[in-house]
């Protein structure tokens, strides 16, 4: 290799590891920007947004068209349902949309009935069915029970 060629070499190489230490202290490093979990060290602590979470403790089928679920929150937010969406194993589905439901809060427990109308399918007792409830921060949480 010529002087030249290696001195070029050493100026941009120099030039690039000199831009990334002046942006690792003068600018934002690309390790930032995350919740504090998820930060590397010394970036500035933001705390994490708040997250839902649900898990089915029961299940009861009470009629063809009528489904309770205990549902527990376990995350840290409150979490309230706007839809829901019923499959049966085979594929048909009955949606119920613009609802209203319940708020749940953090760590509680509550009943709520999923109700379908019957004409797409009934709830038919050692049949499979997949739950989906959809919350206000469009999150979906899913569950298959067993009627």
Do not use: H
């Not at 009629?63 to 937010?77: A, D, E, Y």
């Not at 997949?130 to 029970?145: P, Q, Y």
């Amino acid at each position: 290799m010529k002087p030249l060629n290696i001195f070029l070499v050493v100026i941009v190489v120099g030039g690039v590891l000199g831009g990334l230490l002046m942006w690792e202290t003068v600018g934002p490093s690309p390790l930032c920007g995350g919740c504090y979990r998820y930060n590397a060290p010394g970036c500035p602590v933001i705390p994490c947004p708040g997250q839902d979470n649900l898990n089915v403790e029961t299940s009861q089928v009470n009629s063809p068209t009528n489904m309770t679920l205990n549902i527990r929150n376990v995350g840290s937010v409150s979490t309230t349902f706007n839809s829901y969406i019923v499959k049966d194993s085979v594929g048909n589905q009955y949606t119920k949309s613009n609802w209203s439901g319940p708020t749940l809060n953090p760590n509680s427990l509550l009943a709520i009935s999923i109700v379908i109308d019957g004409s797409a399918f009934t709830f038919q007792s050692k049949s499979s069915y997949t739950v989906t409830l959809v919350t206000a921060r469009n999150n979906l949480f899913s569950f298959t029970m067993t009627a």
